[in-house]
């Protein structure tokens, strides 16, 4: 989820709360809210860092001749997107540029435009934010299931419990 103006909430990667857009992504088990710039440096290795487009599956571009892997944040670029294969080893220009924000807004009669790469970059985070918490809530889901399954029979084994202690005082009191 993406919170546009709120300014309140500071950035917990980065600490800022001068940006724009915030987004809420699942960091170690909590929702934590980030900046745009800091989902994209999270999840480098989700998307290609020159056209901010967001891969489906990242676990399969490893073995893929269509990309090539930043050697310090692992993010794959598209080989089309760098115009030639580079030489290794490859710092995409994430890494090349890490002082400089991703998501610059122009300004125009006082307020704020999004031109198409600020757009990329916001739309890619947003994706990423989306996903992220799509899995959580999955993996929410699952643990949700196990612990009913373990409630389920941690019931039955106290309802056995609870009858055998029965059957035992009925043996006792049947012999007094």
């Not at 893929?64 to 080893?89: D, E, F, M, Q």
């Not at 612990?147 to 035992?168: F, G, Q, S, Y």
Request: with cysteine; glycine share 4%; proline share 4%.
């Amino acid at each position: 989820m993406s919170t546009p103006g709120n300014t309140d909430i500071a950035c917990h990667m980065c600490g800022d709360n001068s940006r724009w857009f915030k987004h809420n992504v699942p960091y170690f088990g909590t929702i934590k809210t980030f900046c745009t710039d800091c989902v994209i440096h999270l999840h480098a290795n989700s998307l290609c860092p020159i056209c901010f487009s967001v891969h489906e599956n990242p676990d399969n571009l490893i073995t893929s001749k269509i990309v090539v892997s930043c050697l310090r944040c692992y993010s794959s670029s598209h080989v089309s997107c760098i115009g030639s294969h580079p030489n290794a080893p490859y710092l995409c220009v994430m890494c090349l540029n890490q002082n400089s924000p991703l998501l610059v807004l122009g300004d125009s009669n006082g307020g704020k435009v999004v031109d198409k790469k600020a757009a990329s970059i916001f739309l890619a985070a947003c994706k990423i934010s989306a996903n992220s918490i799509k899995k959580a809530a999955i993996a929410a889901k699952v643990e949700m299931e196990v612990k009913a399954k373990e409630a389920t029979d941690a019931r039955k084994l106290a309802i056995k419990a609870v009858e055998h202690v029965e059957h035992l005082r009925n043996i006792e009191s049947a012999e007094q």
